[in-house]
């Protein structure tokens, strides 16, 4: 069960969601607006390096000074969501806040998480450029999309950082063979444009 195609290619369209908590003001520290709708941003106007465009925080810790880039699930596709956090996100703080649950703005919006249990994901650590996730055997239990959608929440997730170019998946300690949104089975690391296809 280690390895996996998608069932179906995903299409790569240029997509935006922003989304923000509409009571009260929660300053971000970055200059960022918020707004209390979902808006479309077109794609000419969408950096190249955020694959997709991201979304305005949906919740703000008190003392929050940076953002965290995270892609969620949307019609069977995945977008970028940013949420206020108090230190620069590293690679297992990212992976932690993919595992948490979603606020009541970003549910609102339709969003869902593919890794929709902490217990899929055991380990997270990185050295140079590159992240290891360790999986669970939870995880092979999920059906093949899902699996595919949880990957790219992952990998996109933890390439949007600075220091990550690449991303290692294992299970038991051992190397796991992936599934990409190509169709392919990657068995080393995979890399943002294994995944980009997945983009809404």
Aim: hydrophobic share 45%; aromatic share 4%.
């Amino acid at each position: 069960m280690r390895k996996h195609a998608p069932t179906r290619p995903a299409r790569a369209l240029a997509l935006a969601i922003s989304a923000a908590l509409a009571a009260g003001s929660l300053a971000t520290g970055c200059g960022v607006p918020l707004q209390d709708r979902a808006t479309y941003i077109p794609p000419d106007q969408v950096p190249y390096d955020l694959g997709a465009t991201t979304a305005p925080p949906t919740t703000a810790p008190d003392a929050a000074t940076h953002l965290a880039t995270l892609y969620f699930v949307l019609d069977d596709e995945l977008v970028a969501v940013q949420r206020p956090v108090s230190t620069p996100p590293v690679a297992r703080t990212a992976v932690e806040l993919l595992l948490q649950p979603l606020s009541d703005a970003e549910a609102s919006l339709g969003l869902r998480r593919a890794l929709s249990d902490p217990t899929l994901v055991d380990t997270v650590s990185s050295s140079g450029t590159s992240a290891q996730v360790e999986l669970t055997d939870d995880f092979l239990l999920l059906p093949a999309r899902e699996q595919l959608l949880a990957l790219g929440q992952l990998v996109l997730t933890l390439t949007g950082l600075d220091e990550v170019a690449r991303v290692r998946f294992t299970l038991d300690r051992e190397p796991l063979s992936v599934p990409t949104a190509s169709g392919s089975v990657a068995d080393g690391a995979v890399a943002r444009d294994d995944y980009l296809p997945l983009l809404a």
